[in-house]
């Protein structure tokens, strides 16, 4: 349910968002001071709450605190609590499965045969489908995460040993996983066999690494090694590293989302650097949306990769006309309703000296439910725009997201109950121009999508699920999935 700072936040920041991010390293002795690191790098996945476990050699060690990183994992939690040379973490943002602290992961348990902890970036399309025939059989779970479901299904495998027993686990789920776990002997990394979410390989002086991103390899001097490939398992242990492919082969359908708005710009995702991607994104509207302006405007950070992309094809001066404060928080309590409506001025201002009396470009990366972009134009327009145009990064985002990124309800959006005329009089913009779905394909290396068989995840702007959504079966809600994975069905 939201309360004020969540309705604050949906106001102040009108996006998806990527929910978790993950890390983890086997071999080292400052695990966890590394992981630390790593997660932090991964922030930008995940602002509400993280987790790190780590294992000694005799026993596991497990911190799980709300809110950022820099701030719950302090130097005593880390170093004195969090020993061991091997050590996973986790950030999320608290949405799906609800927030509070038994939801936090890596989640933790004691099987028959040792410790287990998981981490998982993503969702699963039929953990509540699973759930429901683990519960029949005497399951009980402790949180509303689809994330314990994997938990469950390797602490009831028949299978012989940890590697078996994981393989028969991913097996039964559906969906978006790119999994970290964790033993007393081995780490292991996986993805879905469609490779939704991202997850590198990275190497720190002869200790393996596993994260969502190469900006979290970056931060700790380590080497990007390679993409794990979509439905690729690792298995890490003193020995070394093995990989093994348990997934029949599928055409690989990586979410086209993260190049648009939730990679970091300095990563690279599947071979391709996120903020070149971004800058061709911006320069093909700026091929297919021109317009007569004075200068193009970036909503910033998002849209400004796009926005030089745009300007840079355009032949425009790129200018900073918004200022973004970078000191507000997803905490961020209103005290009432009297600064509730400042929400998107607590978060950007306006340039006046770069925009008054400009024809003015505007360029971000989406627009969800469009409250935000109204605001913004409103604002650069009493800042004395003479016109302003809004360009977006992204097709229009028609539909409600199932693999891991918290997406307003279908009805919400604004794309899906407007045309684009109809949302450029509701934003109250001059004129409003979307990049097209061949135009995100040629900016990720395509030539055009391929239609029978799109690329990647395209879903949110096509409404083409790349997988089954088994937990909406025999519901007519598609937003279903998610109240179910929040307890709200
Ligand atoms: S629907 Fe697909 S493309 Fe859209 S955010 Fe989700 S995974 Fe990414």
């Known amino acids: 349910m939201a309360d004020a700072s969540t309705a604050l936040s949906a106001e102040a920041d009108d996006h998806f968002h990527d929910e978790c991010g993950v890390f983890g390293i086997f071999g080292r002795q400052d695990a966890a001071a590394i992981v630390t690191l790593g997660l932090h790098a991964l922030q930008h996945r995940g602002q509400e709450a993280a987790g790190i476990v780590s294992y000694d050699g005799s026993q596991f060690h497990v911190e799980r605190h709300v809110g950022l990183i820099g701030d719950t994992f302090t130097k005593q939690r880390v170093i004195d609590s969090l020993k061991g040379n091997r050590a996973i973490g986790h950030t999320r943002y608290a949405t799906t499965g609800g927030a509070g602290v038994r939801n936090i992961q890596p989640f933790f348990a004691e099987l028959a045969d040792g410790g287990f902890a998981v981490a998982h970036n993503g969702n699963l399309t039929n953990a ?66 469609l490779g939704i979410r991202p997850l590198v390989l990275g190497d720190l002086d002869g200790a393996w690494i596993l994260a969502s991103e190469t900006c979290a390899l970056d931060i700790i001097g380590a080497r990007f090694v390679r993409d794990l490939k979509p439905g690729e398992m690792v298995i890490v242990t003193s020995k070394g590293i093995e990989s093994i492919f348990p997934f029949e082969p599928q055409k690989p359908r990586f979410c086209i989302f993260e190049y648009v708005y939730f990679a970091r710009p300095d990563s690279s995702v599947e071979g391709r650097n996120v903020y070149d991607v971004r800058k061709r994104i911006g320069a093909e509207l700026a091929l297919e949306s021109p317009v007569d302006a004075d200068i193009v405007v970036p909503v910033p950070d998002s849209g400004t990769p796009a926005a030089i992309g745009f300007s840079q094809q355009a032949g425009l001066p790129f200018e900073l006309g918004i200022i973004r404060n970078h000191y507000v928080g997803r905490t961020f309590i209103s005290p009432g309703d009297s600064i509730r409506h400042m929400g998107v001025k607590l978060k950007h201002n306006a340039n006046r000296r770069m925009i008054e009396g400009k024809r003015i470009v505007l360029v971000d990366d989406s627009i969800v439910r469009g409250t935000t972009s109204q605001k913004i134009v409103q604002m650069v327009r009493d800042a004395g725009a003479k016109e302003v145009h809004m360009r977006i990064a992204s097709p229009p985002t028609r539909a409600s997201c199932f693999y891991g990124v918290d997406t307003p309800e279908k009805s919400k959006l604004l794309a899906s109950r407007m045309t684009i005329e109809e949302m450029a009089e509701f934003i109250r913009v001059d004129s409003l121009g979307f990049l097209s779905m061949d135009g995100l394909y040629r900016a990720v290396g395509e030539a055009s999508r391929n239609d029978e068989q799109p690329q990647y995840c395209d879903a949110c702007f096509s409404g083409q699920y790349p997988t089954r959504l088994a937990d909406l079966e025999g519901t007519d809600n598609v937003r279903s999935l998610s109240l179910l994975a929040t307890g709200g069905l």
Request: aromatic fraction near 4%; include cysteine.
């Open 128 to 193: 509540m489908t699973v759930q429901r025939a683990l519960q029949k059989q005497g399951s009980i779970f402790s949180s509303t995460s689809d994330t314990e479901t994997i938990l469950h299904l390797v602490a009831t495998s028949k299978e012989r040993d940890l590697n078996a027993r994981f393989i028969d686990a991913v097996r039964q789920v559906e969906g978006a996983f790119s999994l970290v776990a964790l033993s007393s002997k081995k780490m292991i990394g996986c993805r879905d066999p």
